[in-house]
C-alpha cells in the first residue's frame, strides 16, 4: 500500500502522492509553481516567463479580432463585409498550450525522479 491509516481512520499520502502537489500546482495556479515548489528556480522562473508571454501575446490577438467582430457588427458606416481572421489566435493559442503541458510533464518527472531516487548515505 501506499498510504498508512491513522487514528480517524483516514489514510494519509504515502509516497505516492507526495509528488503530485508540484503537478497540482503548476495545472491549477500557473506553469512554473511547481518547479518552485520543487526548488527548481531556473526551470520554474523560465515555464512561468514564456507561457506568460505567450499566453499574453494570445490575449492581445483574442481582443484585437473580438475589436474587429464589433467593429463589423456595429460599424454602419465603413461596413466591409469581411469577418477577421480567426487564424491569427491558433499559433499563440497552440503555443502557450504546448508550453503549458511541457510544464505539467516536466513536473511530473522531476518529482518522479525525486520520489524513485536512493536516499543519499548519511555523511561522516
Not at 508550453?99 to 536516499?119: E, F, M
Request: overall charge positive.
Amino acid at each position: 500500500m501506499n498510504g498508512r491509516d491513522t487514528a480517524g481512520g483516514r489514510r494519509e499520502a504515502g509516497p505516492r502522492w507526495q509528488g503530485m502537489g508540484p503537478v497540482f500546482l503548476s495545472a491549477v495556479v500557473f506553469p512554473g509553481v511547481g518547479q518552485w515548489m520543487q526548488r527548481r528556480w531556473v526551470a520554474g522562473t523560465a515555464y512561468a516567463v514564456v507561457f506568460g508571454v505567450a499566453f499574453g501575446w494570445m490575449i492581445v490577438r483574442c481582443l484585437k479580432v473580438l475589436k474587429a467582430y464589433y467593429d463589423l457588427a456595429f460599424d454602419f458606416n465603413h461596413a466591409t463585409g469581411e469577418a477577421p481572421s480567426l487564424v491569427a489566435i491558433v499559433i499563440p493559442f497552440v503555443l502557450s498550450m504546448a508550453i503549458y503541458l511541457v510544464s505539467l510533464v516536466d513536473t511530473a518527472i522531476a518529482g518522479r525522479r525525486r520520489r524513485d531516487a536512493p536516499p543519499l548515505p548519511p555523511q561522516p
